[in-house]
Structure formats: C-alpha cells, structure tokens
C-alpha cells in the first residue's frame, strides 16, 4: 500500500497509538499493521520512545531546597494574613 | 496515596486556613507539577517559579475552588497556563521552528530494523534521563506542549487542543511530528550506545 491512503492510515496510527488496538476505531490499523511489517516495526519504536518518557516523567523529584522555600511562603502568607486581620 | 475522602478532609482543613493541610497536598501532588513545570519550560530556574507560583495561587483561590473536579486537575490546569505564560514571556521559539511529517514513503521503500525492548540497565540511566531530557529539548515549543501534555501526561486531543487554543487536527499533526523526531533522536542515542546497529 502507498502513496495517501497510506500516509493516512499511518497518521490515524499515531493519534491512536496507546489505545487498546482492539476498539473499533482502531480495526483498520490493527489489520493494516498485520499485514505490514515495516509499519508495525514504526509504530513499535514510536510506542518504546512514548513509554520512555512516560517514565521520565514519573521519575521527576522536587529539589528540597525548592520545597523548604515553597513552605517557607506557605507558612508566611499564613503570619500576613493574621497580621492583616489585627 | 489518599483516597477522594481523605483528600476532601485535608482540603477542608486547608480551606479553614490550616496551613498543614495545605502543605499535605503539596507533597502530594508536588513531584507531578515539578516535572510538568520541567517539562514544558525545560529549565529547572522557570520550573521552581512555575511550581512555586502554581501552588501559590492555588492557595490564594482555594476558596473559588469548588471540587467540580478532583484538587489535582485544578491546580494541574493552573500549572499548565503558568508554565505556557512562562514560555510566551520568553518567546523562544513558540511559534516558528517547523518540523517536517515523517517521510512515510522512505518507511516503505527500505526495510526497518525493531527495536529491542530497551532495558534501563543496558545504559547509564543518567546519561539515558539527560539524553531524554535533551532531546525533549530540542522540540520546538508548539510541538513539546503538545507531546508532554498528550503523551507524558496522558491528556486528550481534545483537551489538549483546548488549553493550547488550538485545533484538535493541529494537535494530532504536532504530536506526530513531535513522536516522530523524539523517535529519531533516541534512534541516534541508542546508536551511540551500541545497543542498535
């Protein structure tokens, strides 16, 4: 398959990409990516490089210093606002 | 992690002006909207401003929040628009910088090496997360907010689309072109290492 209707089908792939491949939008893509290896081979390195930075993402840890000056202006707008109710 | 009616108590808590509480759900949620702030402004400086500034105002309109939705989403949403103001204010590269569509008919005109299934410990997880990091970097804005928003963060199209005041069929083409480039560097990197010939 070429030419349009292929580069189609291969855009609809990456919007879809993470759906369950079973649903019944994603029929013709499950089916296309049966018969076509290369595309299947594509979509596999899309899907590896999306859960790489899925997990990227989760890894991501506040610095504590940045913390420590976020809860010292917490607790301080606190102090301001009994001072302005004095 | 705490349930709906956990969270419900501590956010009442905060709301009496309980500033334990508040601080509750900062460590809660804190490392998710560090790394959303990261993500999107791509540089640790505007992501301490953006994750300070987000629960900052989150507090000062705690009282406007009305639990339509869960508290994470409401500050998540004030996370991204600060993190998009931040950007503006910069405006590096928001609005130019192209990529190309994947050339589709190459795919098809030589045969495509897989991938193995990439485990962390075959690389230096460190230099792997900078060389991640780095490439994620590398995108243009219009196409990382799109790809952080839709692929790291898990948001629809439609949503997406939405907080960015673009259109949905916009957001599909960026997110491909985004995947696609991603695809390409990490491709290089794994080349680097050895782990693909």
């Not at chain 2, 009496?16 to 509750?24: C, L, P």
């Not at chain 2, 009305?66 to 998009?84: D, L, P, Q």
Request: net charge positive.
């Amino acid at each position: 398959m070429k030419g349009k209707h292929h580069s189609k089908l291969l855009k609809d792939i990456c919007d879809f990409l993470g759906s369950d491949l079973d649903s019944p939008p994603c029929s013709s893509i499950k089916e296309h990516l049966e018969k076509c290896k290369n595309c299947e081979i594509y979509v596999d390195k899309l899907k590896k490089t999306v859960a790489l930075y899925r997990k990227l993402s989760m890894d991501t840890k506040v610095p504590d210093r940045v913390n420590r000056e976020l809860f010292a202006k917490i607790y301080f707008s606190k102090d301001k606002d009994k001072g302005r109710e004095k | 992690m705490v349930n709906r009616l956990e969270e419900d108590k501590i956010l009442q808590r905060a709301r009496q002006g309980d500033r334990d509480a508040f601080a509750e759900l900062v460590k809660m949620y804190g490392d998710r909207i560090y790394g959303l702030a990261l993500r999107m402004t791509g540089n640790e400086k505007d992501a301490e401003d953006v994750y300070q500034d987000t629960f900052l105002m989150a507090l000062r309109k705690l009282d406007q929040f009305k639990g339509e939705s869960s508290f994470f989403t409401w500050v998540y949403h004030i996370a991204i628009n600060m993190a998009i103001s931040k950007i503006k204010q910069r405006k590096k590269n928001f609005s130019e910088n192209g990529l190309e569509d994947p050339d589709f008919d190459r795919l098809h005109q030589e045969p495509q090496k897989s991938w193995p299934d990439i485990e962390l410990t075959q690389v230096d997880r460190e230099r792997f997360r900078k060389k991640l990091s780095k490439a994620l970097e590398k995108l243009p804005e219009i196409y990382r907010t799109v790809f952080i928003l839709r692929d790291m963060h898990g948001l629809s199209t439609e949503e997406t689309a939405r907080i960015l005041e673009i259109t949905p069929s916009n957001t599909k083409i960026r997110l491909m072109r985004a995947r696609n480039f991603l695809k390409n560097e990490l491709e290089s990197f794994l080349k680097e290492e050895g782990i693909l010939l």
